[in-house]
Every structure is written in C-alpha cells, then in structure tokens.
C-alpha cells in the first residue's frame, strides 16, 4: 500500500544530528553533536506519558516525524528545532518506496 503524504504539509525546518564521542584525554569520551543536514519535516504530536521519578513528575512527550527519505538516519540520531530536541527512536520507510522516512521520536527537554 503507498502511503499518500502532501509534501506541502512539511512546514517544520529541522536539523538533523548524528552523536560524536569526543576523547576527554583520561580514557573516557563525552558525547556531542555533529550536524548532517537540514530537513524539511512534518512533526505530529502522538502521546504523553507522565511517570512520577524520585518523587517528581515526569512527563515524555512523543512524535511522529516525517521527512524525505534520507539513507544516512538512524536511530540514535536527533532533531532539532530551535531549542526544541527530538531523539530518534525508530526510523522506518512507511510504504518501502524509498519517498518519506517516519521517525518516532521523544521530545527532550532543554
């Protein structure tokens, strides 16, 4: 079945990041993040999830991000949009014709 996506729908400019382990020079790395690209995007709120976490509220938004079909994202990687972060959690081509990628993503806090 392929799946039908206005492209006109991708209004959210995003960045794309890929994590970089950087050697602090004693045996351990700290993590940081290289752009790959900027991406047009679609981004859909799915859920939200609140889990109480050494005796505070926490709450995990999720969403469903779409953009054109890149072979370089992966798990792993994040978004961003301003301030705004979104972690990639699974990637997948939602009709397997190599058009849109849809991301699960959770938003991070600042």
């Known amino acids: 079945m392929v799946v039908f996506l206005d492209p006109g729908q991708m ?3 995003l ?3 890929a994590p970089v382990s950087v050697s602090d020079g004693q045996g351990g790395a700290s993590v ?3 752009s790959v690209a900027a991406v047009w995007a679609k981004i859909e709120p799915v859920s939200f999830v609140v889990t109480e976490a050494a005796s505070a509220e926490v709450g995990t938004v999720s969403h469903r ?3 054109r079909f890149r072979s370089d994202v992966a798990a792993g990687q ?3 949009k301003g301030a705004r ?3 990639l959690k699974l990637v997948r081509d939602p009709d397997e014709t190599g058009r849109y990628l849809v991301c699960q993503c959770e938003e991070q806090a600042p």
């Open 78 to 80: 994040r978004l961003t």
């Open 11 to 13: 209004t959210a400019r």
């Open 65 to 67: 991000i779409w953009i």
């Open 15 to 17: 960045e794309l990041e």
């Open 85 to 87: 972060i979104f972690l």
């Open 32 to 34: 940081t993040w290289q």
